[in-house]
């Protein structure tokens, strides 16, 4: 039986769990952790993930209050295959192997994917010369079940997309899933397996950089000791990298704003309609998610570190979102939008998937630029990332029998396999029965489910998407005090204290704050 890591919340507030509070760092033990990886994004969990297969000491450091709340929350959700990638590139190759990877480790996590397949449309005389280049490349790259299709083609296949179409190219791998989920299943089975993870601290700086033992200051004031750093903290890797001094390098935020419309909609269409790719983005796509409703985005516009308001949506950019989508599905005019949100990209001026070991300190890895393909690239990058711990930061490492690489049977989420209509389940126990989340169908036990998992979620965020309850047409209207009160009543935490996403994101009108 594998032994659990420790899971400690740096939560100021005297009513949060006890037993989940990060007091000191002496919590965490005396001896330093052979590594410490910063950021709890897709990829700093599955690296943590693929290093708890082995017997090392881990730590895994994540500033905000759940994983997978950076860049990794607000992306297309979808496993590429890495047939529209730069050649011979880093990219390519990690995103072509971890493609072929995904529907087997999907299926040991436990998170739902779909191979629903793509079709890069082109809808003028211009795009349809571009469909040839978009053919080779992906040749190039390895995806060798592509097809080149003719208008007519793709009209039989997918009758709604524009009238206009004249030829297109079928990539039957591309798949729809979901990067909330697959996070907190990578995270959730490292800590099973011994990594310790700690929410809510910042590392601020880093103490006898050049030293075997290294310090991680944090913005809480604790100090953790490592032999070992693996920087892959997104948007704020350049931060950290500056602070103890690795190669320069320059990122911006590349925000994306995407259309989110209701379920019904995302049965119009079969495949993701993919437009023709430009240098700089893949461009706007329609796509079903894998919850089943319809998605349009991302914009790609650029903002420098500076900018504030990063996260915000725009009319603008949506209207003409909205109008550039519709060229390639012109019905999405008359569907219904439920939500708008803006993702933000880490871009990197020296290029994607910026890698520097030993980073002008011996120990330290710098991760930067993964921009638009972590979510798919992130288990092979992962295993690229411990073959460089191997080979040039000496790390030894030993398989660990008694680790785990899977999630049970249970684990599979309720909404994609609901158990309120199942008598049995809800003779077993009534709050199965007990829906709280009338749009998407969530019930009172799997709120609680979560709460009690291994990675014990206490925000409503974290909550929302673990279980996609407050996804739905309402958006949370009828469903956030019930939950909220559900977390209170089930974690012994006072309702004024349920928070959005951490402290000072209160829902309570007498203690919040307007985040
Ligand atoms: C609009 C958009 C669409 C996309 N679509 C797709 C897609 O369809 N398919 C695909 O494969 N990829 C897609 N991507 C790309 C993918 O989402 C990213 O490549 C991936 O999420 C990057 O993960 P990460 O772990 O590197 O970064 P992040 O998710 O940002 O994780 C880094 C973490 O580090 C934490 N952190 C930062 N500084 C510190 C510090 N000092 N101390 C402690 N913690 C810190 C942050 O809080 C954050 O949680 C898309 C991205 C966007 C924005």
């Not at 000791?225 to 892959?232: L, Q």
């Not at 991302?298 to 209207?319: G, R």
């Not at 969530?442 to 965020?461: C, F």
Request: neutral net charge; hydrophobic residues 35%; proline residues 5%.
């Amino acid at each position: 039986m594998s032994k659990s890591g420790k899971l400690l919340y740096n939560w100021p507030d005297n009513n949060f769990d006890e037993s989940l509070k990060f007091h000191d760092a002496s919590q965490l033990g005396d001896i330093p952790y052979d590594v410490a990886i910063i950021g709890a994004g897709i990829v700093g969990s599955a690296l943590a993930y693929q290093l708890s297969q082995y017997k090392v000491k881990v730590l895994l450091v994540e500033k905000n209050y759940d994983v997978g709340e950076g860049t990794t929350k607000g992306s297309s959700a979808i496993i590429h295959t890495g047939f529209d990638a730069a050649i011979d590139t880093l990219e390519s190759e990690l995103v072509t192997k971890a493609s072929l990877e995904w529907p087997e480790l999907a299926a040991k996590l436990k998170i739902p994917l779909r191979k629903c397949g793509a079709i890069v449309i082109a809808i003028d005389e211009e795009q349809e010369i571009q469909l040839d280049k978009v053919y080779e490349k992906g040749i190039k790259n390895g995806v060798t079940d592509i097809q080149k299709l003719s208008g007519k083609e793709v009209k039989e296949i997918e009758p709604n997309v524009s009238e206009k179409v004249r030829g297109g190219v079928l990539v039957p791998r591309e798949s729809l899933a979901d990067p909330f989920s697959a996070s907190t299943a990578f995270s959730e089975i490292a800590l099973q397996n011994g990594t310790d993870i700690i929410l809510g601290v910042e590392v601020t700086a880093i103490e006898n950089k050049s030293e075997k033992i290294k310090t991680l200051v944090t913005a809480c004031g604790k100090k953790i000791k490592t032999k070992r750093i693996v920087n892959v903290a997104g948007l704020g890797s350049e931060h950290l990298a500056r602070i103890y001094g690795g190669e320069e390098f320059d990122t911006n935020p590349r925000r994306g704003q995407f259309l989110i419309f209701d379920k019904y909609s995302g049965s119009e269409i079969n495949r993701i309609f993919l437009p023709i790719p430009t240098a700089k983005t893949k461009g706007v796509l329609v796509a079903p998610t894998i919850f089943g409703n319809l998605l349009a985005g991302p914009t790609a516009e650029d903002y420098p570190h500076s900018y504030e308001n990063i996260s915000e949506t725009t009319t603008e950019q949506l209207q003409l979102l909205k109008e550039g989508a519709s060229k390639l599905y012109p019905k999405l005019q008359e569907q219904p939008v439920i939500n708008i949100f803006a993702g933000v990209r880490s871009n990197c001026k020296q290029g994607s998937y910026w890698i520097r070991c030993n980073d002008n300190s011996p120990g330290i890895i710098t991760v930067a630029g993964v921009r638009s393909t972590g979510f798919t690239s992130s288990p092979a990058l992962a295993r690229y990332l411990i073959g460089k711990l191997q080979d040039e930061l000496g790390l030894n490492l030993e398989e660990d029998p008694d680790a785990i690489d899977s999630r049970p049977e249970n684990k599979w989420p309720g909404w994609w396999k609901p158990g309120y209509n199942i008598k049995e389940l809800v003779d077993e126990n009534p709050d199965n029965g007990k829906i709280v989340c009338f749009c998407e169908q969530i019930t009172k036990a799997d709120v609680i489910r979560q709460l009690d998992s291994p990675l014990k979620p206490r925000t409503l965020d974290a909550i929302k998407r673990r279980t996609r309850a407050g996804m739905g047409r309402c958006q949370g209207f009828d469903c956030m005090v019930p939950i909220a009160k559900i977390i209170s009543d089930h974690c012994k935490i006072p309702l004024a204290e349920i928070s959005k996403r951490g402290p000072g994101t209160e829902i309570s009108s007498t203690s919040t704050s307007n985040n």
